[in-house]
Structures are given as structure tokens and as C-alpha cells.
């Protein structure tokens, strides 16, 4: 079974809109951390956000803001008024237990933003 | 240098030959991870050092990848008679450390070695 669930494999969106981008996890730890990455068309990786297990206060970060729900599994990515320079394929993580240990990408949501 | 870099950027190699993969993280990071992204497997976390040491070594796919960091800065990703499917891209990253604290655990990831295996 996925570790980690990324339902959506492309959404297109047009410039200015909203988007949410699932995240669904599953582990049986209590002490966990979930993450997003971004990779765009470039290539390069780029780290967004880390949240432990502990810390269910959801996030916010300019036009991004993460939504995480221990009842549902879910560590969602919501960009606010979507731009061009956002398409990229996005990534959801998750480390069990201790760090370096278990770690588990999801197969990520290519996200591209028409202008 | 300001950023993560790897080196090289592009390996080619034949199959059964040893690679050495280098990665200098940013000065002052203790954190430095090196990760893989291959079209088979998606991207994979493969190690971790906190200074010189590596906590767990189980994200390693096989006997034949060792890696190592001295000096708390310089790691060396190692693959031992290389396969086909060892294919990929290689990316390191480094953040200040692994605190608790959000700002100090910022990944920065390097431009990655292209890897090829004849």
C-alpha cells in the first residue's frame, strides 16, 4: 500500500484561481513529519514546508498555506492566486518515527498554471 | 560558493564500474541529505548525516551505495559496480541543522548528477 497519496497526477488551472493539492498519508507512528517540495520545469528541487506530527496548526506562507488534519490523514497544499511561475510538479512526504528513518515520497501533481 | 553544488554534473558510465558522487553543502550546514529521482522509482530519499554521521542507513537501495561525510561538510555518495537501473538523477541537499525550529530545517538542494549507466 502507498505511504503516501497523491490523488491528482496533473490539474490545470488558470492564472489567479485557487488550487489545492492532496496529500494523504498513512503510517501507524505517533511521531511523524510530513513535507512538500517543489520542482519546477528547471529541474531543481526546492524545499516548501516540514510539519511534525505534533503541530496540527495550519500553516501559512504568503500564497501558500498547508491544511493539516490528523483525523483525515491529509497534509493538503493550497496556493491562493495562482501564477505562471507556480507550475511544477509538487511533492508530499512522509518520515516516520526519527528522521532519516522511513522515509516516503508521493508520485507527485505536475501543476501547470495557464496565463 | 552561496548554494549546494554537486559534482559532476553528467556521469557516464558502463556497467560494473565504481562512481564516486561529491556534493559541498552550504558552508555552516550540520544537515546534508543526498536523495534520487529515476523515471522507474520516482523520487527516493536515500541518507541522512547529522555532522559526520548517518543515523540510519536503510534508505540505501543495495550493499553496492556507501556514503560518507567528513569534516562535517564534503559527502561522498559511492555506487560499487554499477547496474542500468542506478540510472538517474542524484541531489544533495543541506539545511543549518535539524532543530525544530522551521527556518533552520530549509533544505537547499543542488543542481543534482545526472548519472547514466551503459
Known amino acids: 500500500a502507498q505511504k503516501v497519496t497523491q490523488a491528482q497526477t496533473e490539474i490545470s488551472v488558470v492564472e489567479k484561481e485557487d488550487v489545492t493539492l492532496d496529500c494523504v498519508y498513512e503510517t501507524r507512528d505517533t511521531t511523524y513529519y510530513l513535507f512538500w517540495y517543489k520542482q519546477p520545469p528547471s529541474g531543481e528541487l526546492v524545499f516548501l514546508i516540514r510539519r511534525n506530527s505534533f503541530d496540527e496548526q495550519n500553516e501559512i506562507s504568503g500564497r501558500y498555506s498547508w491544511n493539516f488534519q490528523k483525523s483525515t490523514s491529509s497534509f493538503n497544499f493550497t496556493i491562493t492566486a495562482s501564477q505562471v511561475v507556480d507550475s511544477a510538479v509538487y511533492f508530499c512526504a512522509l518520515s516516520e518515527a526519527q528522521w532519516g528513518n522511513q522515509f516516503y515520497f508521493g508520485t507527485g501533481t505536475s501543476l501547470t498554471v495557464i496565463p | 560558493g552561496a548554494g549546494v553544488s554537486q559534482s559532476p554534473s553528467n556521469k557516464v558510465t558502463e556497467k560494473g564500474k565504481d562512481v564516486e558522487l561529491r556534493c559541498d553543502p552550504i558552508s555552516g550546514h550540520t544537515a546534508l541529505y543526498w536523495y534520487r529521482q529515476s523515471l522507474g522509482q520516482g523520487l527516493e530519499f536515500l541518507i541522512y548525516?547529522?555532522?559526520?554521521?548517518?543515523?540510519?542507513k536503510s534508505g540505501l537501495p543495495s550493499d553496492r551505495f556507501s556514503a560518507e561525510r567528513t569534516g562535517g561538510s564534503v559527502s561522498t555518495l559511492t555506487i560499487q559496480r554499477t547496474q542500468q537501473e542506478d540510472s538517474a538523477v542524484y541531489l544533495c541537499?543541506?539545511?543549518?541543522?535539524?532543530?525544530?525550529?522551521?527556518?533552520?530545517?530549509?533544505?537547499?538542494f543542488g543542481p543534482g548528477t545526472r548519472l547514466l549507466v551503459l
Open positions: 541537499a543541506s539545511s543549518l541543522a535539524w532543530t525544530g525550529v522551521q527556518d533552520e530545517e530549509t533544505q537547499y
Open positions: 548525516f547529522q555532522g559526520n554521521s548517518a543515523p540510519d
